[in-house]
């Protein structure tokens, strides 16, 4: 799997390490391919399973495993079907921004994970950093920042309504184990 020398002895902390980099870069690149998907929807005006067909049948690169394909409609669908309740935490979060006039990449991250927080067992702090990666990725600087800032409001308006448990809050090791 890796290169390694010749006296050095895979162990299994190696070999666990490599299987969490490979499981949460399936979980990111679900996420990034729900992310285009409501990229579609918002361009296209296309929904439901329609969306979910033609994103998978030609848009899709075809690498992702099944798991994380399955996550990946289950997000993109659950925020679409619950987009109302999703956009109303935005906006009251968003001041002096129109969720129309925000940029599209940035509007459909703020969405998809906004619907990870309140419908997805993922750990909210593990939700901002996710989103804030694929801003890396997807969008600029200002907006990574932007992204953050209203994430984190969120977050804590969520935290002050309902706290996660004690055992999630570390984040990373529970969604290894998804």
Known sequence: MFARSAYER????????SLITVFMGSRRKARECA???LFA??????RGDQLARMFWSE???GELEPGAQEFATRL????????EEVDERIKSRAEHWRISRMALVDRNLLRLAVYEFLHEPTPRT??????LEIARRFSTYEATQ???GILDAIKR????????PESIIDGEAIEAVE
């Open 10 to 17: 895979p162990t299994l902390i190696t070999h666990y390490s």
């Open 35 to 37: 992310l285009q998907m």
């Open 41 to 46: 929807a918002d361009v296209a005006g296309t």
């Open 59 to 61: 848009l899709a690169d």
């Open 76 to 83: 993109a669908l659950g925020t679409l079907s619950h987009l």
């Open 126 to 131: 593990v939700t901002i950093n996710e989103a």
């Open 146 to 148: 932007f992204i953050n």
């Open 157 to 164: 308006d969520l935290d002050q309504e309902s706290p996660e």
